[in-house]
């Protein structure tokens, strides 16, 4: 059963065996009616894959869905998860633990792509999963036991879209159809089968036909359901054939079933007949088809894959062989899907994925197929040869091997072996007799009468041989190295020398013989040179390449083409010479190739065939294109030597066997691919973030940095020739060509709207752009946007204010201290007015005052009585008070002034100290104190200073301590300590408050009090 087998694929990712044998089909473009060859006369097609496996990116090589998404990127389902690829890379989608937003199991057996662009997977355990293209997250449908209205299972093999919208699901379950809330299911009963949505089986296939119609396949049958609801059986003609469906598809009116016995085609009387017999056994399980739009149709089975070229034409197997080159890679084939481009898509349970473009057609290949007998013997083939049939191909191969191929069938007969070396040059003549050039030998070979002669066996004059050709004169002509050219009679062989002009030693060094409108052309390393059949010579020709090595050449219908290292030439004949007319150097797009071969084909084009590939002149477009495994030529290494057929169809040798390709035919118009914005990156807080694009303006943070832009243009035929441009609009200032990398980065954007234009072109197309083009905006920084904007015309009015306001007070400042100075210069004027003042009035009232103290003291010396000498005595102690003021006010003005100078002399301290003792000795007795002097031994003896000054500093402070202490003592300490002098006076009187200490030393200040009321204030002040 194929639910069996399926499940087995699925669990175990089995394989199975390969089959064997090649094919393909026509090419598909349009030719016109000149070029037209005959189908019978065509190449076998031999499709060549590019192969997509674990190593490329895929994360399993088990690939069981296919699907190609509206951009045009190209999804798989695999036994490994979803695999997305735009052509370069392939991004991964799997089940992540605790995470609801990924896959709900990696295993997905289908996939489509819903009108709105989302893609939908199903898969055994999977469930049913979509994924949002926008939001880059899976939505999961899954079966609830305890929900009626939920999956009826888990086990999803089929997922389809009808038109009106509806998801369409195939479980093992049976079918159910998704409400349009998308929060449950319908489970869709078969009135066929039963009333019991489970009696429809396990619903492996859905197809949905252009009207509208579902198919769906179980393992109880295949049925329709027409729009209104009712369900058709479809019926096999043959009672006995299987109708468990493995997938249901169709093109119009055709609708074809892959079943596990064989493919079926629906009739339009309904009935299923078997398709492919007896080349597709009835007992294959067939998986897939699909008819692209060339009308190929191919049929993918577990056992290989099948091909018919041409409706009502034969099917042929596809070769099975993965280990060679070009063949798919692996033998079970899952599903097959033509993309946009006409690119054929297959997914192998056992090899990955492989692809054929869609000008796969245009060559076929013929190369050693392990196993197989009826295949050439060797991978490689040094040279080729036209059959004179017209038909048939000879092909030389190493170590001296040789087949002959009919390319239209195939087939191959195995000729010669075991020649000497390898085969180097071969021609068959109008007798049916083979002439092989190998390594040191020539033979003539009669494959009618199986006869083999060689050429000059002792080697007498021709050593060297390699390449034969038919000249003029019914004679067989060889290239040599380094011999020039011999000729040989074809019936007796001997060998003679042809005479040649020498202008150099190259001539000898033979490149290419030709036989063309009855003039044998040679070319040599030397130049172009003809043969002269009146003086029987081989002369220069006037005019061409002389001196320089000639690599290939080829006539067209104006002159001829040659090739050589440095360019491709076109010359005119003209008489007997050539006129140089056209030089396609490497500033014109000449590819430097060393070349083995030209062919002109009917449209004036020219193939050049090389080492390093096969590449096409235009010369009406001056244009080169070279040809890969996209068109179909799975090896371009070629070797010297090609057949041309009279079908026209052409057949070189190369490195991995022989090509045959029709050079006149045309390549069919390109599909314009899609272009689409893939991924948009930045750098934000140092991790790669991406960004949505579905709306735009895409926004750019102003912290973000690096952003990055990736585009994709999904071409497939050659991916890596697909080509970019980018143009960021006020950024460039024109198209910045980027090649094949589709991607762009900009770092260092200031703020401001940008479109972003970008083009593109795949391998056979022309430029295609953007529908509309990226608009993006980078946000500006918060200090430069227009709140910020407006806080910082706020913050500049309110600067000038407070500048305003600073400068107002700053003027007023200034008012204050010029009348502050002002007034200190009025106050200083008034000072030393006062001063002088006091100095004036002090001097004024000196002089009458000593003479008041005179005449006391005189008083005081006559007889007087008790009273009068009271009164004296209260006269003359006034008169030394007023004269102690006069003093102190008229040394404060000398301070004030300036005037007052410290003059140092010589003195004695204890002196100085004694002489103050003396002086206020009598006034503390007279109190009742107690006037002590105390003098360290450490003073010195004579010190140098204003003994005067010292002397008055010493008596007030002793004076005031005198007046203000009512009992007690007073004590005068003189000291010596770190090298100062030091005077201390203390007393036993009140003392002074704190408050009163810092007014001590102020003019006329005096403490409050009783006892403080006596005296000016002025002796600390001096």
Not at 151 to 172: E, F, H, K, N, Y
Not at 252 to 260: L, S
Not at 873 to 901: F, T
């Amino acid at each position: 059963m194929s639910v069996f087998v399926l499940g087995l694929a699925f669990l175990l990712g089995a394989s199975a065996p390969s089959g064997a044998s090649s094919t393909a089909s026509p090419s598909s473009a349009p030719v016109p009616a000149q070029a037209m060859h005959a189908p019978d006369a065509a190449p076998l097609p031999t499709p060549q894959f590019r192969r997509y496996g674990i190593d490329d990116g895929l994360p399993s090589s088990s690939v069981y869905a296919v699907a190609q998404d509206r951009h045009g990127a190209i999804w798989f389902g695999t036994k490994g998860g979803i695999a997305r690829f735009d052509g370069v890379h392939f991004q991964i989608f799997r089940h992540i633990e605790n995470d609801p937003d990924s896959l709900y199991n990696n295993e997905i057996s289908s996939l489509i792509v819903d009108r709105q662009g989302n893609i939908w997977a199903g898969g055994l355990d999977a469930g049913l999963n979509r994924y949002d293209t926008a939001s880059g997250k899976f939505t999961h449908w899954k079966h609830d036991p305890t929900d009626p209205r939920s999956l009826t299972s888990d086990r999803v093999w089929v997922v389809t879209q009808t038109p009106d919208g509806a998801i369409w699901v195939g479980t093992s379950e049976g079918l159910d159809r998704m409400l349009p809330d998308e929060r449950g299911f319908e489970h869709v009963t078969n009135p066929l089968l039963g009333l019991n949505s489970h009696d429809f089986g396990t619903v492996a296939a859905l197809y949905v036909d252009p009207q509208g119609r579902l198919w769906a396949g179980s393992d109880r049958g295949v049925f329709r359901r027409d729009t209104d609801g009712n369900f058709v059986r479809i019926k096999p003609v043959d009672p006995e054939q299987s109708m468990d469906a493995w997938r249901i598809d169709g093109n119009g009116d055709e609708v074809r079933i892959a079943t596990e016995r064989g493919l079926l085609m629906v009739g339009a009387d309904g009935l299923a007949r078997p398709f492919g017999a007896p080349v597709i056994p009835d007992d294959t399980n067939v998986m897939t088809s699909t008819r692209d739009a060339a009308g190929h149709l191919w049929i993918g089975t577990q056992r290989g894959m099948y091909l018919q070229a041409r409706r009502d034409g034969p099917v042929t197997e596809v070769i099975d062989q993965p280990l060679l080159y070009g063949d798919l890679p692996g033998s079970w084939i899952w599903q097959t899907l033509v993309d946009r481009e006409g690119g054929l898509w297959v997914t192998l349970l056992d090899g990955g994925v492989g692809y054929l473009a869609p000008g796969w057609n245009s060559f076929s290949r013929f190369t050693h197929i392990p196993d197989d007998q009826n295949s050439l013997r060797d991978s490689v083939a040094t040279t080729m040869a036209g059959g004179r049939d017209g038909r048939h191909v000879w092909v030389g191969e190493r170590e001296g091997r040789i087949d002959r191929l009919d390319p239209a069938t195939g087939s191959v007969e195995h000729i010669l072996s075991n020649l000497r070396g390898d085969v180097l040059g071969m021609t068959e003549d109008n007798h049916q007799r083979l002439w092989v050039a190998l390594q040191g030998s020539l033979y003539r070979y009669d494959y009618v009468h199986d006869r083999l002669d060689q050429v000059d066996p002792q080697g007498a004059k021709l050593k060297r041989p390699l390449e034969v050709e038919s000249g003029p004169d019914g004679k067989m002509y060889a290239r040599t190295f380094g011999q020039g050219i011999l000729r040989i009679d074809p019936e007796t062989l001997a060998v003679s020398d042809v005479a040649m002009d020498k202008p150099n030693e190259k001539v000898m060094l033979g490149s290419q013989m030709m036989l063309y409108k009855g003039t044998f052309w040679y070319a040599s390393d030397g130049g172009m040179m003809r043969l002269d059949q009146a003086h029987d010579r081989f002369v220069m020709v006037p005019g061409g390449p002389t001196g320089d090595p000639v690599d290939a050449f080829d006539f067209d219908r104006t002159g001829i083409w040659v090739a050589t290292e440095n360019a491709l030439l076109h010359y005119h004949v003209q008489g007997q010479g050539m006129v140089l007319d056209q030089t396609v150097d490497a500033t014109h797009g000449w590819p430097s190739l060393k070349a083995v071969d030209l062919d002109v084909d009917c449209f004036g084009r020219v193939w050049v065939f090389t080492h390093d590939g096969l590449w096409r002149f235009n010369p009406q477009k001056n244009t080169f294109h070279q040809l890969g495994l996209q068109n179909g030529l799975a090896n371009g290494e070629f070797a010297r030597g090609y057949a041309l057929l009279p079908s026209g169809n052409l057949y070189a040798a190369t490195f991995g066997g022989v090509a045959g390709f029709d050079p006149d035919s045309v390549d069919a118009p390109p599909v314009p691919p899609t272009l689409s914005i893939t991924q948009i990156t930045v750098r934000r807080k140092g991790v790669e973030q991406n960004l949505a694009f579905g709306s735009q303006p895409v926004k750019i943070g102003w912290h973000d940095s690096q952003l990055h832009i990736q585009a994709r243009v999904f071409s497939y035929i050659d991916p890596w020739a697909n080509q970019y441009r980018f143009r960021l609009n006020g950024f460039d200032t024109d198209w910045v060509d980027r090649d094949n990398h589709g991607e762009r980065e900009f770092t260092g954007l200031g703020s401001g709207d940008y479109t972003l234009d970008i083009m593109a072109r795949g391998a056979d197309g022309g430029w295609v752009q953007l529908d509309r083009p990226l608009h993006f905006r980078v946000q500006s920084p918060p200090w430069l946007r227009w709140w910020a904007w407006l806080l910082y015309a706020g913050l500049a009015i309110a600067v000038a204010l407070l500048s305003l306001l600073a400068w107002r007070r700053r003027l007023a400042h200034q008012h204050r201290m010029q009348l502050a100075e002002q007034r200190h210069q009025i106050a200083e004027q008034a000072s030393a007015a006062k001063s002088q003042f006091l100095a004036t009035l002090s001097h004024e009232i000196r002089t009458p005052m000593t003479g008041v103290i005179g005449m006391a003291e005189l008083l005081l010396s006559t007889p007087l009585n008790s009273m009068q000498r009271e009164y004296a005595e209260a006269m003359q102690r006034a008169s030394h008070v007023l004269l102690k003021l006069l003093n102190d006010a008229l040394d404060l003005a000398r301070i004030e002034a300036g005037k007052l100078i410290l003059e140092s002399a010589p003195f004695d301290v204890r002196c100085l100290v004694q002489d103050v003792e003396r002086l206020q000795k009598g006034a503390a007795h007279a109190k009742g104190l107690t006037l002590s002097v105390q003098i360290d031994a450490g003073v010195p003896m004579s010190l140098i200073g204003d003994a005067l000054r010292i002397q008055q500093v010493l008596f007030n402070l002793v004076n005031n301590a005198v007046k203000f202490t009512e009992r007690g003592s007073i004590a005068i300490h003189l000291g010596w300590l770190d090298d100062y002098l030091w005077l201390d006076v203390s007393d036993t009187g009140p003392g002074i408050s704190e408050t009163s200490r810092v007014r001590l030393f102020r003019r006329f200040e005096q403490d409050e009090g009783p006892q403080r009321s006596i005296g000016s204030g002025l002796g600390l002040a001096i």
